[in-house]
């Protein structure tokens, strides 16, 4: 096995290490000179997504409990005050400073060249020079991204950054008002937010719910003022607009995802008090049907599934970057076009679904399977 960086021994001991080994879970990385390890699972107290380097590590991002029944919700898991924040459809990620030099890092601990190459365009520089040892959580939001075909209503051009957390390297996260103040000091955009709120106010969130559900939002965070762990909950949109989004990936997708949208709209209906009326259903079927026959027909001409993407960067070598990141996590891409527009780079491409396309051209063979 390969000798993992020294640096590393800080935090394990040798016999932890071979166990990591064995099973995989230690991850090498090297980005702009600088040498990573990613934790591919929990491991003790540490995260997936956790990065380990030579001067410290930047922590995992926890995972947030998801409720069904928002009232019940609140009052299950809040007693004092909190704060409702907008959850918004991006991905996620956590911009740091390793050895003066900023990183993004997805939620598994991939340092993601697109992301990183457009640092300067979503948040004031100078952050870091004040907090070098804080780290910020966020969405990446917005059309030209590598990552979501989905298109985001309120977003129209480009990408940006929300922000909806910070916390220090250590672990420390800063409380929701501690986190407004630094991020508005330095002009760095965040999530909308309502509140402080306490239990009397369920009636008035559940309007606010409704009116991100008439707007096409995703949903809410709900997060409590000091000590605890906050809450999402999503909007029956949300829920039609992921199967609409995924529909064409049908066979690549397992078939909880559509089964939890599912569940999530029937719970949301019935707390609501709304009907399913034609139009939510023709909607739905057309999500789960319609679409899916359409990639079986061009599967059964000679077709792949696929998705076109185009993004922009400032430097050209993160384009290469992001395709080799995108191969590393075991994607197949195929880069279409590269063209340099004013002061960015423009890059077209595809996304190749080889398992999905193989699983429909059997089918279509006659092939047989277990279920």
């Known amino acids: 096995m390969k000798t993992p960086p020294s640096f590393i021994k ?30 591919m699972h929990d491991y003790k107290d540490f995260l997936r997504g956790t990065v380990f380097y030579e001067e410290g590590f930047i922590p995992g991002y926890p995972r947030i409990m998801r409720v069904l029944h928002l009232g019940n919700g609140i009052k299950r898991y809040f007693n004092e005050g909190f704060y409702v924040e907008e959850k918004v459809d991006g991905y996620n990620v956590r911009i740091a400073r390793i050895d003066e030099v900023p990183i993004a890092l997805t939620r598994g601990g991939f340092i993601c060249p697109f992301t990183t190459d457009r640092i300067p365009d979503l948040i004031d520089m100078n952050f870091f020079n004040k907090y070098p040892e804080y780290v910020i959580g966020g969405e990446i939001v917005g059309p030209n991204n590598p990552y979501n075909t989905e298109f985001i209503p309120y977003i129209k051009e480009d990408v940006v950054l929300l ?14 008002e501690e986190r407004y103040k630094i991020l508005e000091d330095f002009n760095i955009k965040q999530v909308r937010r309502w509140g402080p709120f306490s239990l009397l106010d369920i009636e008035e969130i559940k309007k606010i719910v ?25 909007t029956l949109s949300s829920c039609l607009r992921d199967l609409q989004a995924t529909a064409n990936l049908i066979t690549e997708l397992p078939a909880g995802f559509y089964m939890q949208r599912i569940l999530r ?7 609501f008090d709304i009907t399913l009326d034609d139009r939510y259903l023709l909607d739905f ?34 384009i290469t970057s992001l395709m080799e990141h995108l191969k ?16 960015f780079y423009s890059a077209k491409f595809q996304r190749i679904y080889t398992e999905g396309t193989k699983e429909i051209r059997q089918r279509l063979m006659g092939h047989g399977f277990f279920d």
Request: proline residues 3%.
């Open 10 to 39: 800080k935090y394990f001991t040798d016999e932890e290490i071979k166990e990591l080994q064995m099973r995989e879970i230690l991850h090498e990385e090297e980005c702009k000179g600088i040498l990573i390890v990613r934790l």
């Open 328 to 343: 590393r996590s075991g994607i197949k891409t195929k880069l279409l076009s590269s063209e340099r527009i004013d002061n």
């Open 210 to 234: 409704l009116e991100l559900d008439r707007n096409g939002r995703e949903g809410i965070v709900i997060k409590p003022l000091t000590i605890g762990k906050p809450i999402k909950y999503v």
């Open 285 to 318: 079927s057309k999500a789960l049907c319609i679409t899916p026959q359409k990639v079986i027909e061009e599967v059964a001409e000679g077709g792949d599934i696929r998705e076109f993407f185009e993004i922009k960067v400032r430097n050209e070598d993160a």
């Open 163 to 176: 922000s909806f957390d910070l916390f220090e390297k250590t672990r420390r996260r800063l409380n929701p």
């Open 265 to 271: 709209t029937i719970f949301f209906c019935y707390e």
